[in-house]
């Protein structure tokens, strides 16, 4: 409908009130002003209400809920909400870059064969950028890409069309097995129906913390990752002896990296342990055995 509301930006907070402010601001100083924000907050006992009530804007719009402890609730909550013909996506501690709706809304409009559109972030420590996440190339079969190379997509860097959620009904999965990774199985369900668009540019940064979700579950995350990753290989009715060894060193990568993680902790009983794990699992991750005597001297490596 061309009366709608362009865009419907859902932003997610669970104690954001330190960085919720700079993120609404970047969706304000927007080149395409076309939009509504929607902030779902997920039961914060900071200041994330008054932050975000401080802004005088009428297109900002507010709702609090019971913290439900699962980032997948509060997204569907704050899409049912929604009015705009494509929905925008972002966690409320990251931020955009000027032109990133007006791009992103441009190729929704042209392609209408595209149901998803997806472009490349910095990744931010406190004010420093570590690094620049170049996320994916547009491929004929997503859905392998995601499951046997990794997620390519980060949700704040994502805009989709409405009708994919409302009409089609893909909301993501509440199930408690899939905390912290239930982006990931999003996309994989996505990719299995949609045309996904990347961009090769840099239009919004991502933060991370010593407190994010991911990062503060570290033992959980790489579990509930392995049971996405073993239900994904049941779902496949053909099965080869490639397919097989591809799920291997999948497996044997996340092993890995929540051993990096525990590493970087300085918790190096549990990245050994990890990282023994990703050994027997496959054989051939060497960063894995790097890694497994680093932890054994209790050398930390930086994580990024």
């Not at 913390?209 to 503060?216: L, S, V």
Request: proline letters at 2%.
């Amino acid at each position: 409908m061309k009366d709608r509301i362009a865009v419907s930006v859902v932003i997610t907070a669970y104690n954001h009130g330190r960085y919720i402010g700079e993120t609404i601001k970047s969706v304000l100083n927007q080149s395409f002003q076309d939009f509504e924000i929607i902030v779902l907050d997920d039961g914060s006992p900071d200041n994330t209400r008054e932050v975000v009530l401080g802004f005088k804007d009428s297109r900002i719009k507010y709702y609090y809920q019971k913290n439900s402890g699962l980032p997948a609730c509060g997204r569907n909550a704050g899409i049912v909400l929604a009015q705009g013909r494509y929905i925008a996506l972002m966690d409320g501690d990251d931020f955009w870059h000027r032109d990133k709706l007006l791009k992103s809304v441009k190729v929704l409009d042209d392609m209408p064969d595209i149901a998803l559109v997806c472009h490349n972030e910095n990744i931010v420590n406190g004010d420093k950028v570590v690094k620049q996440s170049s996320y994916a190339q547009l491929q004929e079969d997503m859905y392998s890409q995601l499951l046997f190379s990794g997620n390519c997509l980060h949700t704040s860097a994502v805009i989709f069309r409405r009708e994919v959620f409302f009409g089609d009904g893909f909301k993501f999965c509440e199930d408690r097995d899939l905390y912290t990774v239930e982006d990931y199985e999003y996309w994989l369900r996505l990719s299995r129906e949609y045309k996904f668009y990347f961009m090769p540019e840099v239009l919004g940064s991502c933060r991370i913390t010593d407190t994010g979700a991911f990062q503060a579950s570290e033992g959980a995350n790489a579990a509930n990752m392995l049971k996405l990753l073993d239900r994904e290989f049941a779902k496949m009715t053909v099965k080869t002896k490639e397919t097989a060894e591809k799920m291997k060193k999948r497996r044997s990568a996340v092993m890995s990296a929540a051993g990096r993680l525990f590493n970087h902790k300085g918790n190096f009983a549990d990245s050994k342990r990890w990282c023994y794990e990703a050994m027997k699992e496959f054989p051939f991750n060497y960063k894995a055995y790097a890694l497994f005597l680093a932890s054994a001297f209790k050398f930390k490596i930086q994580y990024k």
